[in-house]
């Protein structure tokens, strides 16, 4: 465990929840890792770390928010209103201090506040102005969102905090640029800060904002009724202002002969990390994992062995969680283990965790629900029942009310244990979009 001052940034905690059993020949190891950090929000430093609070008695903080303004905004003309009004709430949800800016986005990106390259510290007066910027917003242009996620890189870049993030609302398709523009954006923003990513309305791409947010390590949702974008901007600013320490990696040390075949989070939602590895010197892999503020979420780490004899025992991988001193290095917040067990007992190598056994299945169930939604729109109709239909047996497994509740309005459910559907033959778009975008949240595994 690292060491900290007593006032200080979140203390971290890892689990590992296996069965480290393997039958003769075996060589697939899997583990669910929980990682939880509490008793954040005090002004403090960790011993060894980059300064990390400031006077207003949170981290420093930089946040982007970044506004579509493009000319489908005005129809319906409530979608630009609802995107002031949001705007103005998470301004007000700033906590003193904080450097932030408002970006409005079209075919090009432009500063609405405070301009001239900066960025603005929040207090009353700062909030006011940028509140009265937003009132003459207005709709007209294009949308290419690269252009915005890179002046949001530039302006946060130019700040010395420790936590940068933005906030991006789009209600259209990212037409103005091609897709590789927007990749290449991303691939250039990762790392460098988060971002949430909200859909106002049904007119944009579900796929292109939950890529935006899963490349920024941040959350992706649709807000289908522009009245709700302000209790949701509001949300989305608390959980920014919440966040303690920035830039933690999952740090996986396998020894000689050992690899990673993949590691994905698995809560609260459902995220591939495995192509995000950096080398962290011999043997062992950085995994970013962003920000963090007094929260819990569980990995999926997958590891191959070499082949043992019955009785052999090794150990599989050492999960560590770090943070970058400013000298380079990394300072070790907390650590796992990941074992490896060959044994002739049947019953103890063909038991399944059941951390390891939920997972593969919450994990199953946001496949699933993509292939069916896909096969949907491709009018394959028996293709969508058979995966929906899984899906729906999947949550109801599992427990994900949430998400069976968003099937229900896409499938008529005739036997949900068994995986019986019908498709709707007129299903809301809304309704649709929503399952989509959703589609990645999972539920804690019961224990």
Not at 315 to 324: F, H
Not at 332 to 337: E, P
Request: hydrophobic share 40%; net charge negative; proline share 4%.
């Amino acid at each position: 465990m690292a060491n900290f001052s007593k006032s200080n940034i979140p203390q971290f905690s890892v689990e590992v929840y296996q069965n480290e059993y393997l039958p003769e020949g075996g060589r697939e190891v899997n583990a669910i890792v929980t990682v939880t950090s509490t008793g954040g929000g005090t002004i403090g430093t960790a011993v060894g770390a980059p300064h990390l609070y400031g006077a207003g008695g949170g981290p420093e903080a930089a946040v982007a928010l970044m506004v579509d303004c493009s000319g489908s905004m005005d129809y319906p003309p409530t979608k630009m209103r609802g995107a002031r009004d949001a705007s103005a709430a998470a301004i007000d949800t700033l906590r003193d201090g904080v450097r932030f800016a408002v970006i409005a986005g079209t075919h090009v990106a432009k500063e609405v506040y405070p301009g001239a390259g900066r960025l603005a510290v929040a207090d009353p007066t700062t909030r006011d102005q940028a509140k009265q910027a937003l009132r003459k917003l207005s709709a007209g242009g294009g949308t290419a969102i690269g252009t915005w996620l890179r002046l949001a890189d530039r302006l946060l870049s130019s700040a010395d905090v420790s936590i940068r993030h933005g906030i991006l609302l789009t209600d259209g398709r990212n037409e103005h640029e091609s897709p590789e523009d927007l990749r290449a954006t991303l691939d250039a923003c990762a790392g460098r800060f988060t971002c949430d990513a909200r859909g106002v309305g049904t007119d944009w791409e579900v796929k292109e904002v939950t890529g935006i947010a899963s490349a920024l390590l941040g959350t992706a949702d649709i807000v289908a009724d522009p009245a709700h974008l302000a209790s949701d901007f509001t949300q989305m600013m608390e959980a920014a202002m919440g966040k303690e320490v920035a830039d933690v990696s999952l740090r996986l040390w396998t020894p000689l002969g050992s690899e990673i075949k993949f590691v994905k989070q698995v809560a609260p939602t459902v995220g591939d990390l495995t192509g995000r590895r950096t080398e962290a010197g011999v043997r062992a892999g950085d995994y970013p994992t962003g920000s963090w503020g007094d929260e819990s979420r569980d990995y999926h780490i997958c590891v191959q062995v070499p082949q043992a004899e019955i009785g052999q025992e090794m150990l599989a991988a050492r999960v560590s969680l770090v943070i970058p001193r400013p000298d380079g290095t990394a300072q070790t917040l907390s650590q796992g283990l990941v074992r490896a067990v060959w044994t002739d007992d049947m019953a103890a190598s063909t038991s399944i965790n059941p951390q390891v056994a939920h997972y593969t299945g919450q994990a199953e169930l946001a496949q699933v629900i993509q292939q069916g939604l896909d096969a949907r729109k491709a009018g394959d109709a028996d293709g969508a029942t058979a995966k929906l239909g899984r899906a729906v047996q999947l949550a109801a497994l599992s427990g994900n009310a949430d998400t069976a509740k968003l099937l229900s309005k896409v499938v008529d459910v005739v036997d949900a244990a068994e995986g019986t559907v019908r498709l709707k033959a007129k299903v809301a778009e809304a309704d649709e979009m929503t399952l989509e975008t959703r589609s990645t949240k999972t539920v804690r595994v019961k224990k």
